[in-house]
């Protein structure tokens, strides 16, 4: 890719195709850059087109910590990044980005990774600052610190929901807290209901009955999940990743080193749920962890 061509969604609001795709609100001179995104060299080119709309100053936002958010924004060269305080580490760190998401703390590059190491030490909270034209809204469950950005009408959700083709690739989205997940979904609802456009990383901008079927089709996933893990507990228990990989099955995805680590973030968190409730019991069977129904 030689160019990103920037699609007008509303006044002064635009946004550049990608997984993730890239929100970007422009004031006069300055540009607000919502997830700049993957690959690397993906803010160079994001540059060059705000450019030529006259921006001398860019200000990136980040939604979460994950690699494909952040891996363009050190040669989109922003004169400021921002991030939730919770993701300030993994934007920072890569190292720690792939420990929370994979359990493994990569210090280089492996064939294990999905997204480039990319650092941004110059990032700051969130918090900190107010924002003139976008309101940020806590949507946790992807991650713990993940926000959306509200801008008029429109919604920037991030990961915090997935496209269609992404949920049937996965089989199991990646959700640290699935409970908070479906919180964050049930949030949504009423905005859609407020009137607001969703704009999804990594699936389509949707509104009204368009935008709440997508949310019903990512709770039905969740909750499908959930039903999975019970199911394959039933024949006997289980360490965390074998049932990811199980359950990967029973929903007809495919499954790689990579997915199953994936995967088994979402299932750890309804384990967490079900041993609350008594659901299910964990011991030690040859020095493997096993999860198993009561």
């Known amino acids: 890719m030689t160019s990103i061509k920037l699609r007008e969604l509303g006044d002064d609001v635009f946004l550049a195709s990608g997984s993730p795709a890239t929100l970007i609100v422009i004031e006069g001179e300055i540009a607000y850059v919502v997830d700049p995104g993957c ?28 690699g494909d958010h952040v891996s363009a924004v050190p040669s989109l060269k922003p004169d400021l ?10 934007v920072i760190e890569p190292a720690f980005r792939e420990g929370v998401a994979l359990e493994y703390p990569f210090h280089r590059e492996t064939d294990l990774m999905m997204f480039e190491l990319i650092r941004v030490p110059e990032a700051e909270p969130l918090e900190d600052h107010e924002l003139n034209c976008l309101s940020p809204i806590e ?14 009408k429109f919604a920037y959700v991030g990961d915090a929901v997935f496209g269609d083709k ?61 039903r999975a893990i019970l199911r394959v507990l039933r024949k006997g228990g289980l360490s965390d990743r074998e049932l990811a990989f199980r359950v990967l099955g029973e929903l007809g995805a495919e499954t790689s080193p990579l997915s199953v680590l994936l995967a088994s973030k979402t299932v750890k968190s309804f384990l967490a749920k079900y041993y609350e409730e008594g659901v299910v019991r964990v011991e030690l069977r040859g020095g493997e962890i096993v999860w198993a129904l009561l």
Do not use: C, M
């Not at 990044?81 to 993994?90: F, N, S």
């Not at 199991?172 to 456009?197: K, M, N, Q, S």
């Open 166 to 226: 992404l949920l049937g690739r996965v089989g199991v989205p990646f959700y640290l807290d699935h409970r908070l997940a479906l919180e964050t979904i049930a949030r949504l609802r009423d905005l859609v209901r407020g009137g607001f456009t969703l704009i999804l990383s990594h699936g389509p901008v949707v509104k009204g009955g368009e935008a709440l079927k997508l949310l019903d089709k990512n709770e039905k996933r969740l909750r499908e999940v959930g």
């Open 39 to 66: 690959p690397s060299k993906r803010g160079k080119l994001l540059r060059k087109a705000l450019a030529k709309r006259g921006v001398s100053k860019v200000i990136a936002l980040l939604t979460h910590g994950h």
């Open 81 to 90: 990044v921002l991030a939730p305080l919770l993701e300030i580490g993994q």
């Open 139 to 152: 949507l946790p469950g992807h991650t713990f610190g993940h926000v959306g950005f509200l801008k008029d």
